[in-house]
């Protein structure tokens, strides 16, 4: 049993509370990698914003669950040597598709965990949420729940359409299952891909593709019947075209990549959101770097001459997400 209290890390309790009363919202980067969790921790302890350090399941397989405890603990160390004196980090299961998967995660470090049950029939995502609050709650872990399904695809994650949260579940799910926050869908979507260019209208001005408005009525109606209840978003990287057009002139092939506008982010940020996943971003910003690299120096190939860069331009995206969309800057000084 590793206790996460050990490791320096914080559960998402207090973080949230602050979160909902302040009007913003914590950022929650996904990482698998060294260059990616550098770059996270640089950002946060920089503009001393509260992260969640994000890691999926398929992350976990990829970067090693043991590897990646020692990872997240010297995240901590690496942000106190930054000059942040108490970090406030939290290393949190995504998308956790089992008890089991859940249970190994509280027992190895996670100060949070999402359990998602979206997919199943609502009792049994009622019971199956309950049964992991249960557990990880004698531990002094925080759990997410959802109700409502997201369309996209992340990792093993997918589905074709999105079905949004109904408001007249979340008081019974949130009271039976005891869950810290809940995720719910208001049409954002997982990938880069999420929407197509027939559910969007064209920008004259810029030739662009606007997508449709996130459902915010949806979102005040489940504001309405659990007030200042910690509300996280999924799926909700903007996809920056500048990104998008910097690959596709470099020999990548990303057609009618569409994300959620940043403006949007905000105003769900100054609302009950407080936890707003971004993972899309950073993996464009990535890709977009080192496409440069390669296109500019055909003849590179020192890694640290191409993570490096990509590290760079990781970093300053997350700095903007952090100052600009969620305003969590200098919310934990
Ligand atoms: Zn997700």
Redo the contacts with the bound molecule.
């Keep these: 049993m590793v206790d996460y209290k050990s490791l320096g890390l914080v559960n998402s309790k207090e973080m949230f509370a602050k979160a909902v009363h302040g009007g913003y919202a914590i950022p929650a980067f996904n990482f698998n990698n060294m260059e990616q969790l550098q770059a996270i921790i640089k950002a946060a302890a920089d503009t001393k914003s509260p992260v969640i350090l994000q890691v999926s399941k398929g992350a976990r397989n990829y970067a090693n669950p043991i590897l990646l405890r020692f990872m997240a603990q010297g995240a901590v160390e690496y942000a106190k040597s930054l000059g942040w004196e108490k970090p406030e980090i939290v290393l949190h299961l995504?998308?956790g598709d089992t008890f089991e998967t859940c249970k190994d995660c509280v027992d190895n470090g996670f100060s949070s965990v999402m359990i998602d049950g979206s997919h199943l029939p609502y009792e049994e995502n009622v019971a199956l949420t309950k049964k992991v609050c249960d557990y990880a709650h004698a531990h002094g872990v925080t759990v997410e729940g959802e109700l409502g399904v997201?369309a996209g695809v992340?990792d093993e994650?997918s589905s074709d359409h999105h079905t949004y949260t109904d408001p007249n579940e979340v008081v019974d799910f949130v009271e039976r299952t005891g869950v810290d926050s809940l995720?719910i869908s208001i049409g954002t979507s997982?990938g880069a891909y999420k929407f197509t260019p027939e559910q969007c209208t064209l920008d004259e001005k810029t030739g662009r593709l606007v997508p449709p408005p996130l459902a915010f009525d949806v979102l005040e109606a489940v504001e309405a019947k659990i007030p200042g209840f910690p509300i996280v978003l999924?799926?909700s990287s903007s996809v920056p075209q500048e990104y998008v057009d910097m690959i596709n002139s470099m020999g990548g092939k990303l057609p009618n990549a569409i994300g959620i506008p940043e403006e949007e982010l905000r105003k769900a940020a100054k609302m009950d959101v407080c936890k707003i996943?971004i993972d899309s971003d950073s993996r464009l910003a990535m890709t977009a770097a080192v496409r440069k690299v390669f296109t500019e120096k055909p003849g590179e190939f020192d890694p640290r001459k191409y993570l490096g860069p990509a590290r760079d331009e990781m970093e300053k995206l997350y700095k903007h997400k952090i100052v600009a969309v969620l305003g969590s800057d200098g919310k934990a000084e």
Excluded: T, Y
């Design positions: 995504d998308h997201l992340e994650v995720a997982h999924h799926g996943n």
